[in-house]
């Protein structure tokens, strides 16, 4: 360095002597000329002797002394005004600067022009071994955020080992040019604590000043010292008020409509946090829900915040006014320092998918992105069943080229279940994952917004189906595997064959149940595909609402061809056909040999036509599936055999008894004379799509196909190739010789090919998805039967221990009270030793006073995700009020490594007790503690269709004993008076009946009572809530605003 400035460090203080030791040592070892330094501590009414260890141990420290905690902004402005430095050096106390620190932010500043102001080093945790600050920006809605926050030094080396342009550094770790600090009004005292630096950052830009990162100068953070003292609630007030204040301030006029945009999104956040359901207030809903809010405190946080930007308006609008007249730049000039200004903030609504709704339409209403010149992005995770690596199959190959479409709009992550072996640089993440270990796949499924995934993975990963409930699923089924499993499974027993069927569509109908958009192949896929979900009700209003064409719900996402043409560059057909002539013409079979294919019909035609002519040969590109999950095939041996049995195998038909890598199969098709494709008649023909046509259309190869199929009606229409029948040889035969034979035929496939071919690129066939993921939308469900609003009567939660194996010869159940009318569901939760198990569980409810069985479940094992809730749900009991219940579960196990268990509560506290709650009992016997469980009811406001319900039997605990006259003796009495005694008794029966009613309604009345002595508490509890906010008023905060 050529000169060394006078520095006044300044370091704001609460109850912080713990580390102002620490902070001052390592301070006085700094390699600078001490006389250029002096230091200020800011004291905000320490109570730990703070003052006195400085006054005792640092004497020479200035020390501004607070009666009470002034916030981290004002301190720093007042100290400001009485430092003698040119500079400012702001720290932490909870910081350790490296000895080099000073000389190293100088150097940056002397490497700068003249508007650089001001400089923030690189920040460490405490054992320097990850990073805390090298940099960092702010979202459109004033929430700033570090960069790569919590990464490896290692890795932090590697990313951020230059000096760079920053917007903002951080005020715990910073020096500032004092009079330029002090000319644009120092940190906003209103802020207090948080932000304060990066509206400090942002308002130096704008106002023509500039910020710099020093990568050299290292310091380190024992990280919120002093900010673990504060409550959350009202952290998260000062988090959500100090982004409005820096957004009000610093947006130019013209985007200053942004403002309002985060202010309906910080509305749409308080009615979240609160759990207030919209539909509750809509007038045109008939149902008296049952309503109540989250009560707790930091949900309010947002809503004080509001209401503090409205008592600070006046300020407010001085310090903007400030700020727009001496503005210097544009709001896009600081596109790169705000690299990504539409994140999601606050963190936990970044994948919440009825937020990111609202957020889109706000976005579209204010034409944000257009104003800040940027694309909000959904995070789209694509998770593929299949290997994606070199060689691969049709599935993975689909999911590879959805990631590359995708990507070009959104952020996409690709799991898929191999080692990735891919070395190219690509715009999208990959993420490992195996069965039985999906760690990485759960977590990106947990930070998506979208999902998109095909076949078994949800039956492969159950932890997926809880997570896909609170996503956007897209689920793929081009592929109806229901139908291919009843080809593949055909030879084997019925048993068998049963047990596959039953598994796959059992499966199938859970994601049609969870999805929210579909995917297929073809239109006659797709009238399939409405038929099932309409059985599903997934057809209905809401959905037709959306879409007329139900293109909102399903559409058609074919497989594709490359964007890019095919270019040969390597001769590869020789190595698989000897002796290849020049003039040979080869047809190429273009994938696997399946159950549901029919090579055994080509291979035969070959046989003929090679009893005229030599040049015709039959290629087979692959036979061993890249996925070593898939089964063999039978039809593949049997066409091996056969080319054998004709002595014509590795003479006029070959197989490629391997796989092609995907990047070289090009070469293959552009060396062949036709692509050909053989399939049999049947249900599977019908709804197929084959991707190898595809490949053939890539490639311009006329192609030669069976009929029955999508891709033979477009031959045949659009005279791309040859149809032939079923099975039938001699067909096959001709259609091979008229491709070969006619030259004129041949090239007038080839062009037609040129012309259809375009609208299959990935590009065209994936509009549809693209378009959706672009603006997706959360689908709800609809119950058909219209019981919606459930309400939790008893809920047990506690867990301490379990009730052991369920098996056989063990009948473990619950006794219990309940409250409401309309019992509904019992929710279990279940623990299944983390495996697969396989059997049936019985679930049994009675009423507990007759002892009378009326409900009797099956709950399959096999179905149960470890430490997860399951629920069984059954016609509601419309009279379960005040009445006594208990429910048994049966395993139908004797195997130890088959059985599952119950979570339960010991109840050790007797405060836990409850008589609603009851106890666990065992084969009739009752024991101690409660078992994890839920029970639900239908809340409605008119009773429920009792042609709908269980009805119990109506009793009293006792008959009224007012009138204690037998029947017997009035008849008996001998007076004489029969007749009357007879009369008198009819009366006295229907007296008997009033006063039955008389005492049911007794209870009802002690019933309603006791709710609405429980209303009241509530209506109590709720003033005292709504008492803190009594002065809030957000629409004349709005008003105020918007008069401007």
Known sequence: MNSYPTVSFIIVNYNGVQHLKNCFSELKKLSYPHEKIEYIVVDNGSKDGSVQFLEKNYPEVKIIKNDSNEGFAKPNDDAAKIATGEYLALINN????????????????????????????????????????????????????????????????????????????????MIIKKDVFLEIGGFDKDYFAYYEDVDLGWRLWVLGYKVRFCSKAICYHRHNGTSKKFNQHKMKTLFERNALYTIYKNYSSENFDIVLCNLLLMIQRIQMDLKVDSDDFDIKNSDSAFFEIDSDEKNFSSLVAINNLTDNLVRLNEKRQYIQNNRKIKDKDLKKLIPNPLMPFPVEYYHDYKYLDKFQKLLNVYNVEEKLDIKFKRKILLISNEPIAKKMAGPGIRYWEFAKELSKYNDVVLAIPNENEIDIKLDFEIVEYELGKADKLIKAAHESDVIVLQGLILELVPSLKEICKEKILVVDIYDPFVIEILETFKNKSMRNRLIENNRSLKIQLEQLQLGDYFICANDKQMDYWIGMLSALNKINPYEYDLSHKLDRLIDLVPFGISNE????????????????????????????????????????????????????????????????????????????????????????????????????????????????????DNLETRFSFRTRILDYLWAKLPIIATEGDYFAELIEKEELGVVVRYKDVNSLKDGILKLAGSEEFYKNCKNNIGRIREKYRWKEVMKPLVSFCNKPIKKRKVDMDGNKDLIIDISEEKQTSNVGELMLGRRIGQKFKCRYPNLTTIDLKVATYGRKNDHEIKFYLYEEKENKLLVEETIDAGSLVDNSWVSIRFKPICNSQNRGFYFVLDAQTDR????????????????????????????????????????????????????????????????????????????????????????????????????????NLQGSLNQVKTDVNELESWMRKIDRKLGRLKNLNIFRFLGKIFKR
């Open 94 to 173: 909870d910081m350790k600067l490296d000895k080099n620190w000073l000389n190293d932010m100088f150097e940056t500043l002397e490497n700068c022009d003249d508007k650089y102001a001001c400089v923030g080093s690189k920040i460490l945790n405490w054992d320097g071994s990850k990073l805390d600050f090298a940099g960092g920006s702010v979202s459109f809605a004033g929430y700033g955020y570090q960069y790569d926050f919590g990464i490896t030094t290692k890795e932090a080396e590697k990313k951020y080992n230059k000096d760079m342009d920053i917007l903002f550094a951080c005020g715990g770790s």
């Open 896 to 999: 130890y490594d088959n059985c599952i268990t119950i979570w339960k509560d010991d109840k050790e506290d007797k405060d836990d007790l409850n008589e609603y709650v009851g106890s666990i009992i065992e084969n009739g016997k009752e024991l101690k503690g409660s078992l994890l469980f839920k029970s639900k009811c239908v809340y409605k406001a008119n009773p429920l269709d009792k042609s709908k319900c269980i009805v119990l039997d109506d009793y009293d605990e006792e008959t009224s004993g007012d009138i204690d006259i037998s029947s017997e003796m009035l008849l008996n009495k001998g007076d004489g008076n029969t007749e009357l005694n007879a009369l008198l008794l009819k009366k006295i029966g229907e007296i008997q009946t009033i006063n039955k009613k008389v005492v």
């Open 565 to 680: 043409e095919p270019v040969h560059n390597k001769e590869l057909m020789k190595e698989k056909v000897p002796n290849l002539k020049p003039t040979d013409k080869v047809l190429i079979w273009g994938g696997g040999i399946w159950n549901w294919f029919d090579p055994i019909t080509l291979i035969k035609a070959v046989y003929e036509i090679s009893k005229e002519r030599d040049d015709i040969k039959l290629f087979f590109l692959g036979v061993k599936h890249p996925n070593p999950g898939v089964p063999e095939m039978e039809m593949c041996n049997n066409a091996i055999e056969l080319a054998e049995k004709l002595n014509i195998k590795d003479k006029y038909v070959f197989f490629n008894m391997d796989w092609v890598e995907y990047s070289e199969r090009q070469n293959f098709l552009l060396e062949s004379f036709a692509g050909v494709s053989c399939h049999l």
